[in-house]
């Protein structure tokens, strides 16, 4: 089984913080993506990577920033955390190709202070 | 414009009837894939079915169907025999293709509420 796990699933920072949420994939998936979710909007793609070293801006990418220095890890990173980044944020990994699921983490809820 | 609507933001059905969810979407593509997940209490999305534009029958998994209009452009989620269990956020989400990779637009997302 396709197994995407993240390193924490409830993290409380504080305002200003430098923020690191890491996402690891265990099935070799060249794409992975960070989406967060907020009640009433869904969930809204923020970056994502479809190879090593590569990234793409998604939908609301302002105030983060990601890294994927290996294939099986991707992360993402907010500069300088803000209350409006209070959410839950979810990892998702596919294989390369247009009809391949997504496989998701089971989340990560940020609290910011 | 949204992409991907969903119109119910909650839907109530009892156990073992069947419910309709509905999803329509906006593109001009071709080529373009339509998902449903679900997202139960503890927060993992797991993955019910999937439409290809191009595929003529309805896709099915077991008690998940999918109805697919495409003139209508809708890709309603059909689930039969509704369990205790089914109760959870469903999300419908639309595949989008670029030069290479690929990327999911979700809807707002229908919370199923199934009781005895």
Redesign the interface.
């Known amino acids: 089984d396709v197994k995407v796990t993240q390193s924490s699933r409830y993290l409380v920072k504080r305002t200003g913080e430098k923020v690191f949420l890491e996402c690891v994939q265990d099935m070799d998936h060249e794409n992975m993506f960070w989406y967060r979710q907020d009640p009433g909007l869904g969930l809204r793609l923020i970056y994502f990577s479809y190879d090593v070293k590569m990234k793409e801006k998604g939908d609301i990418p302002e105030g983060y920033s990601v890294s994927r220095e290996k294939k099986e890890r991707f992360s993402l990173i907010l500069e300088s955390a803000s209350t409006n980044q209070t959410s839950m944020y979810l990892c998702a990994s596919s294989l390369r190709g247009t009809t391949y699921e997504q496989y998701f983490g089971p989340g990560t809820r940020l609290t910011v202070t | 414009a949204q992409k991907?609507t969903q119109t119910q933001p909650g839907m109530f059905v009892q156990e073992k009837e069947a419910v309709t969810l509905d999803c329509t979407y906006d593109t001009s593509d071709q080529?373009y894939?339509l998902?449903w997940?679900k997202q139960p209490s503890?927060?993992?999305?797991i993955?019910l079915i999937?439409q290809?534009s191009y595929d003529e029958q309805n896709a099915t998994e077991g008690r998940y169907s999918l109805n697919f209009q495409k003139a209508r452009k809708s890709a309603n989620l059909v689930i039969s025999a509704s369990q205790l269990g089914d109760s959870a956020m469903y999300?419908c989400?639309m595949?989008e293709?670029y030069s290479?990779?690929?990327?999911?637009?979700?809807?707002?997302?229908t919370m199923l509420l199934v009781s005895p």
Request: glycine share 24%; net charge neutral; charged share 15%.
């Open positions: 991907i080529s894939g998902f997940y503890s927060g993992e999305m993955f999937y290809g999300f989400a595949r293709d290479g990779y690929s990327t999911l637009t979700f809807g707002k997302g």
